[in-house]
């Protein structure tokens, strides 16, 4: 049976780069797909009683004025389904990777309604994003929307990458959206996850800066599109953005083109709406709807640390918290560069684990009084008190604690390790290379000695006697070994500096152990 479909026809009236005026479209609807012959696309981004406002999505052939244009009164939907994981498509979901075509298993809107409130349930689980810095004081959780924001090279990419590569086994979908990106950016991201086979559970939407401004456009809102279809289907979906100020030059562009008025920077009036829209599509489902996920990572990148200008001020209002890096920070070798004055989760610890919130609740505090204390004291000349020197030393510590190499995502149990060891001060006595020896190796270690106490801690995520018993057994053996394998001199320089940690009687042990050996 044939079946009937309602088509308007129009003609091309003029153009103006990106943008086609059609007239005879008498019925058209924002968002809708036209067809311009021989492949060629278009989407209606405008109109008025005479005219409608195309924008080009793919260019196949040359267009003149005069040319027809047929549409029909459906929605633009993309292509959806498992198949696209382990792909890199287009905007239009198409392949780019020469693995051949996609079977999709659904067609999606790329504008749908956003979830309602009634559908969607309190956040409570954990995004583990192999960050420690951030897993440990900016936790982030499923159906939260948290900004990404910093000055050119400081690290923002990497923050999404680290992300994508911690959820390998771990059963979640992860989709990096490539904005106006130069080639040689999207092919790195793609190598480094090629290396890491992180393509098993991964897809990637790239709409390079070569490709027409309305892929670009478009881009981020197929991503989610595509996360949707496996949000509904109950699964957990990470999606990273990379990045929402090219997203904004481009659609300025567009509005240049089509006319409408300039505002602040440029951009127009409705720049607001255009991020809000899809940033509301990310959610944690209630159980009655399938109970997935979605979180959203948007990068904007800002000039010269300034966060007052229209975007990241629109995009920090709309958002549920921020994560800012500090390029004099990265400039001094601290990596990831997070700025904790200024970084924030309005979720708050409602989607951290019990144990690692009790553990790094005043770490955040310690940490920014370290840095006031470090700056106050270089400006003093002369000896400082013994509290000041303990609290140096505590700080710096803790400073190396944070730092983190990229494309090494740390694990939640190795998180918690690392940190009740700092809070118990068994790293104190500790050199500094002998501390990056125990982040690199406690977890190995620990799965080693007892895989039963790292199986128990991630089900129970929270302290009981048990839990602290082992975790003591684990650590203190391991930095026991740790000592036994130290250098002669090196034990003899660290039984000199004993007394700087008279607070942990296991540090006390160890130097006591490494004092006699040297009298010996």
Known sequence: MTELKY?????????????????????????????FGFGTMGSIIGYNEEEAYVLLIKLTTEIKTGDEVRASLEPFNVPVGDKFIGRIVNPLCEPMDGLGEIEPDAQYPIFPSSPAILERQTLHKTLETGSKVVDAMIPVGF???????????????????????????????????????????????????????????????????????????????????????????????????????????????ISLLLGRPPGRDSYPGDIFYLHSKMIERACHYDEEHGGGGMVFLPIVEILEGDLTAYVPTNL???????????????????????????????VGTKVQWPIVKDLAAPLRLEYLQFRELKRLSALRSGEQSEDVTKRLKSGEILTQLLRQDKDAP??????????YAFTQQ???????????????????????????????????KKMDDEIESKMKDVLESYIDQLVKTRPESEEGEEGEEGDANKDSKFGRDVLDEATSKSEG
């Not at 003609?11 to 008498?26: E, P, Q």
């Not at 790195?188 to 939407?205: E, H, K």
């Not at 209002?317 to 990596?335: E, H, P, V």
């Open 7 to 35: 088509t308007e026809v129009g003609h091309v009236k003029s153009i103006r780069g990106c943008i086609v005026i059609v007239s005879g479209l008498a019925h058209c609807i924002n968002g809708q797909l036209v067809q």
């Open 143 to 253: 159906g939260q929307r948290e900004l990404i924001l910093g000055n050119k090279m400081t690290g923002k990419t990497t923050m999404i990458t680290d992300c994508i590569l911690n959820q390998k086994g771990k059963d979640i979908i992860c989709i990096y959206c490539g904005i106006g990106k130069a080639r040689s950016q999207m092919a790195r991201v793609v190598q480094l996850m090629q290396d890491n086979d992180a393509f098993d559970y991964s897809i990637i939407v790239s709409a390079p800066s070569s490709s027409p401004p309305g892929q670009q456009y478009l881009s981020p809102y197929v991503a989610c599109s595509l996360g949707e279809y496996f949000m509904k289907q109950g699964k957990f979906v990470f999606v990273g953005f990379d990045d929402f100020t090219k997203h904004a030059w481009c659609y300025r562009e």
């Open 316 to 346: 920090v209002s709309m958002t549920d918290g921020q994560i800012m890096l500090d390029a004099a920070m990265f400039g001094q070798g601290q990596k990831p560069a997070l700025d904790l004055g200024l970084s924030v989760s309005r």
């Open 410 to 419: 740390v694990d939640m149990e190795a998180l918690v390790m690392i940190f």
């Open 426 to 460: 068994y790293l104190h006595p500790l050199t500094t290379e002998e501390i990056d020896q125990f982040q690199n190796e406690i977890f190995e270690y620990a799965k080693d000695k007892d895989q039963e106490f790292l199986t128990i801690l991630r089900d129970r």
